[in-house]
């Protein structure tokens, strides 16, 4: 059974920066492209950035760029989220998640392996 794990959350001041990282167990990732999402208290779930396989290509959500860096170490089978200037409504559960790319991001109804627990994210002001 794949599970998988983010980490790296924790809280932070405004302008500060954290590194997510993604691991899964009973799967290796090097082969999938791999998403991170977030869900904030009162709003649904959202896509933030995605990787290809190859770490060739990354996209992101509007509201990151340029501030947040996707890369992967398929040797390490890890996905990293690297978040700089954060910013309080920064702040939510951070999910990876592998999935196809369509239309530059990954759709959550697309994911193919089941929710991890997630990595919280608080950004003070």
């Known amino acids: 059974q794949v599970q998988l794990v983010e980490s790296g959350g924790g809280l932070v001041q405004a302008g500060g920066s954290l590194r997510l990282s993604c691991t899964a167990s009973g799967r290796t990732l090097s082969s999938y492209n791999m998403g991170w999402f977030r869900h904030a208290p009162g709003k649904e779930r959202e896509f933030v950035a995605a990787i290809s396989w190859s770490g060739g290509s990354t996209y992101y959500a509007d509201f990151v760029k340029g501030r947040f860096t996707i890369s992967r170490d398929n040797a390490k089978n890890t996905v990293y989220l690297q978040m700089n200037s954060l910013k309080p409504e920064d702040s939510a559960v951070y999910y990876c998640?592998?999935?196809?790319?369509?239309?530059?991001?990954?759709?959550?109804?697309?994911?193919?392996?089941?929710w991890g627990q997630g990595t919280q994210v608080t950004v003070s002001s």
């Open positions: 998640n592998r999935g196809p790319i369509v239309g530059n991001n990954i759709r959550e109804r697309d994911v193919a392996e089941r």
